[in-house]
């Protein structure tokens, strides 16, 4: 279950093109990942906001802050699931201090 090793930060933004609905359920799908591959700290959800400028001619996007303690081995896999998951404009994965 909760495997602890470094601190980890994930900024996602989430599309919003299919609706609020969507969003949420991939907010719960990539914290069931996290759950399951690491130990989840919290989850900031900071809403829709306004991009400074568009992607995918997006001009919003739905902003989700995860904070998580796991192996070093585990970010790769995230960012690789992050990468091929529709509804994701912009993802940043970093070791917090």
Same mark, same amino acid.
């Given at each position: 279950m909760a495997k602890t090793g470094e601190k980890y930060e994930a900024v996602i933004v989430f *599309?919003?093109?299919?609706? +609020?609905? &969507?969003?949420?359920?991939?907010v719960e799908?990539? *914290?069931?990942?996290?759950? +399951?591959? &690491?130990?989840?700290?919290?989850?900031?959800?900071?809403?829709?906001r306004k991009l400074a400028y568009d992607?995918?001619?997006e001009s919003e996007g739905y902003y989700v802050v995860y904070h998580f303690?796991?192996?070093?081995?585990?970010p790769d896999e995230f960012e690789r699931v992050l990468n091929?998951?529709?509804?994701?404009?912009?993802?940043?994965?970093?070791?917090?201090?």
């Open positions: *599309s919003l093109k299919n609706g +609020e609905d &969507a969003v949420k359920a991939l799908k990539f *914290s069931a990942l996290i759950k +399951e591959h &690491a130990t989840l700290v919290d989850i900031d959800e900071w809403g829709k992607i995918n001619y303690d796991g192996k070093p081995e585990f091929i998951t529709d509804g994701i404009l912009r993802y940043l994965v970093v070791l917090r201090k």
